[in-house]
């Protein structure tokens, strides 16, 4: 079965970076659009941008621009965010998940990024 | 794109059912049939329940459907149940080849 991990729950200082991991099972990992989606504190559901597995080429929604980077490693089937210059209201759980088509099939369990210092 | 626009709440009893709506307009929720809902409970990762407006995944009960009209896309739950209790999203494909979620509607069964 379609199965995304992601990398436990980080605490930063304002102005570091984080990076994020999703690994991908149980589908080849290029045949899904992996989604990046943000979810702060008491908030709803933001959609950040995507990456395409087949050709690496990232795409980001306004908002999401500058500090934010998808990539991949398709050799162990794992997608990255990176976030840069953290500030404190990019406290939030991040989700990557799996599109197989124009709708959000496959979720990670989601990580806890949080800024405080 | 702004979100689009849920009722922040609804609640109903046991048993009965209860309709969430979804509004956006020609340009996302009117434009395509690509409407999805996601389940979310507390602490836990959302869940797909309804994709390309009326469909539902493999394992989602047939009590959860969905429809649309013009700029409006609903999502109906019927035979409530306490484990229906849990915070419910749109979704829709856009124009501009972005995704686009309601703020989310509260689902309280008294």
């Known amino acids: 079965q379609v199965q995304l991990v992601q990398s436990g729950s980080e605490l930063k200082k304002p102005g570091a970076s984080v990076k994020v991991s999703c690994k991908a099972s149980?589908?080849?990992?290029?045949?899904?659009?992996m989604n990046w989606l943000r979810q702060a504190p008491g908030q709803g559901l933001e959609w950040m941008g995507w990456?395409?597995?087949?050709?690496?080429?990232?795409r980001y929604v306004q908002g999401f621009t500058g500090r934010f980077v998808f990539s991949l490693d398709t050799s162990v089937s794992t997608a990255y965010l990176q976030i840069s210059s953290l500030k404190a209201e990019d406290t939030a759980v991040y989700y990557c998940?799996?599109?197989?088509?124009?709708?959000?099939?496959?979720w990670g369990q989601g990580t806890l990024v949080t800024v405080s210092s | 794109h702004s979100a689009l626009t849920q009722p922040a709440s609804v609640s109903g009893s046991p048993g009965q059912s209860i309709t969430i709506s979804c509004t956006g307009t020609?340009?996302?929720?009117?434009?395509?049939?690509?409407v999805s809902w996601y389940q979310q409970h507390p602490d836990k990762a959302p869940k797909l329940i309804i994709y390309?407006?009326?469909n539902r995944p493999s394992g989602v009960p047939d009590r959860f459907s969905g429809s649309k009209s013009g700029n409006t896309a609903s999502l109906t739950i019927s035979g409530l149940r306490a484990e229906d209790e849990a915070d419910y999203y749109c979704?829709?494909?856009?124009?501009?080849?972005?995704?686009?979620f309601g703020g989310g509607t509260k689902l309280t069964v008294l």
């Open positions: 998940v799996a599109a197989d088509g124009y709708f959000f099939d496959y």
């Open positions: 149980g589908y080849t990992f290029t045949s899904y659009g």
């Open positions: 990456i395409n597995p087949s050709t690496g080429n990232p």
């Open positions: 020609s340009s996302d929720v009117g434009a395509y049939n690509y």
């Open positions: 390309e407006v009326s």
């Open positions: 979704n829709s494909y856009t124009t501009i080849n972005t995704w686009v």
